[in-house]
């Protein structure tokens, strides 16, 4: 068992939880590697979350169900789903769940799409 306080902020506990501060952290992070979308979108890269307990991929989905141009929580399934907010959007998602990255019916995490990219 755990001592970790858990807060709402995950982006402040790396590997515990996914949520908007963190991927708006990865984001930055992987700035100018093509680990994002806009960067790697012209490649064929859908961007996605898989949940490493199950091996089901997702792709990332607005909240009206139409594909997202960007990674977001708001179209996953309840399943994954931690906590939500006082406007019932995603605050936090499961630890299992990560950002990444489909292409030709493969997954990719931000280090592969960025490799894959650069080669």
């Given at each position: 068992?755990?001592?970790?306080?858990?807060?709402?902020?995950?982006?402040?506990?790396?590997?515990?939880?996914?949520?908007?501060?963190?991927?708006?952290?990865?984001?930055?992070?992987?700035?100018?590697?093509?680990?994002?979308?806009?960067?790697?979108?012209?490649?064929?890269?859908?961007?996605?979350?898989?949940?490493?307990?199950?091996?089901?991929?997702?792709?990332?989905?607005?909240?009206?169900?139409?594909?997202?141009?960007?990674?977001?929580?708001?179209?996953?399934?309840?399943?994954?789903?931690?906590?939500?907010d006082?406007?019932?959007?995603?605050?936090?998602?499961?630890?299992?769940?990560?950002?990444?990255?489909?292409?030709?019916?493969?997954?990719?995490?931000?280090?592969?799409?960025?490799?894959?990219?650069l080669?």
């Amino acid at each position: 068992m755990s001592n970790l306080a858990m807060t709402t902020d995950c982006s402040q506990q790396p590997g515990l939880h996914l949520c908007s501060e963190k991927l708006a952290k990865e984001n930055r992070d992987f700035t100018g590697t093509g680990g994002v979308s806009k960067e790697n979108r012209s490649h064929g890269f859908l961007p996605a979350f898989r949940d490493n307990e199950t091996g089901t991929v997702y792709l990332s989905c607005n909240k009206d169900g139409s594909q997202a141009a960007i990674h977001m929580l708001d179209g996953l399934p309840e399943e994954l789903i931690l906590e939500r907010d006082e406007e019932n959007s995603i605050v936090m998602v499961k630890a299992s769940v990560i950002p990444g990255f489909v292409k030709e019916n493969k997954f990719y995490t931000r280090e592969q799409a960025a490799r894959s990219v650069l080669e």
